[in-house]
């Protein structure tokens, strides 16, 4: 079955140390992988996105993923965390159904905690 | 519109009544997406329109559920005689390309959702 999974319900950092939070992901073909932030009371807002080229792919507020084909991760990263940066983190994948259809499905979510 | 426009914010439903959620995608956007969100838990898609077509109900949990896109903008997602288990935060989105949407940049574009609590 394709899906995406987030191992960690939550993730605790400093502010100003680097923070990671984990995605895996099984499709079919090739993977397109997205990564959303959701603050309280609002909707999902893009972060970045992989589709083809560059493992190393940069996006909003200073995020960056790293696409790892053999070990299928797309983990998020910051290498400075700040106060800011607490939300909930969704990873998501482009599944196909058919020739004419496709969808992003959604992990579980991580909730980031940057203490200050 | 900027942005995608879900309308209400908020809706309380007594179990049994039935509800309409109303979506504005952002417009000339060709592909409209609904997600359920329940609390603590990762949008769960439920259907997907390219215009007016709907190629893909799947995720509709049950035959209570209904959706429409008439004129390839506006979009209605109703709900019949809801259930406790209906409650969560019900997500719009919409996106400029077709083959749903990876022809844009941004993926989609979500708007801020309905809440929905049946009591």
């Known amino acids: 079955a394709q899906s995406v999974a987030q191992p960690e319900d939550q993730v605790n950092v400093a502010e100003g140390n680097p923070l990671t939070v984990k995605c895996t992901y099984s499709v079919s073909g090739n993977p397109y992988l997205f990564w959303y932030v959701q603050y309280p009371n609002r909707g999902l807002q893009f972060l970045l996105k992989?589709?083809?080229?560059?493992?190393l792919v940069k996006g909003s507020y200073g995020f960056e993923a790293e696409f790892n084909k053999s070990q299928t991760s797309f983990h998020l990263k910051k290498p400075s965390a700040l106060v800011s940066d607490s939300a909930l983190y969704f990873c998501?994948?482009?599944?196909?159904?058919?020739?004419?259809?496709?969808?992003?499905?959604f992990g579980s979510g991580t909730r980031l905690s940057i203490r200050p | 519109g900027a942005g995608v426009s879900q309308s209400p914010r908020y809706k309380v439903a007594k179990r049994g009544q039935d509800v309409a959620l109303r979506c504005d995608p952002i417009s000339g956007h060709v592909s409209l997406f609904w997600y359920q969100q329940a609390l603590g838990q990762g949008p769960e898609f439920l259907t997907y329109?390219?215009?007016?077509?709907?190629?893909?109900k799947s995720g509709l949990p049950s035959d209570r559920f209904f959706a429409e896109r008439p004129e390839g903008s506006v979009s209605t997602l109703k709900i019949q005689r809801t259930q406790q288990e209906d409650s969560a935060v019900y997500l719009c989105?919409?996106?400029?390309?077709?083959?749903?949407?990876?022809?844009?940049?941004?993926?989609?574009?979500f708007g801020s959702g309905t809440r929905l609590t049946v009591v």
């Open positions: 989105a919409s996106s400029g390309g077709d083959s749903g949407g990876f022809g844009s940049v941004a993926g989609y574009t």
């Open positions: 998501a994948v482009r599944v196909l159904r058919g020739s004419s259809a496709s969808k992003i499905i």
């Open positions: 329109f390219q215009n007016e077509a709907q190629l893909d």
């Open positions: 992989y589709i083809t080229g560059d493992n």
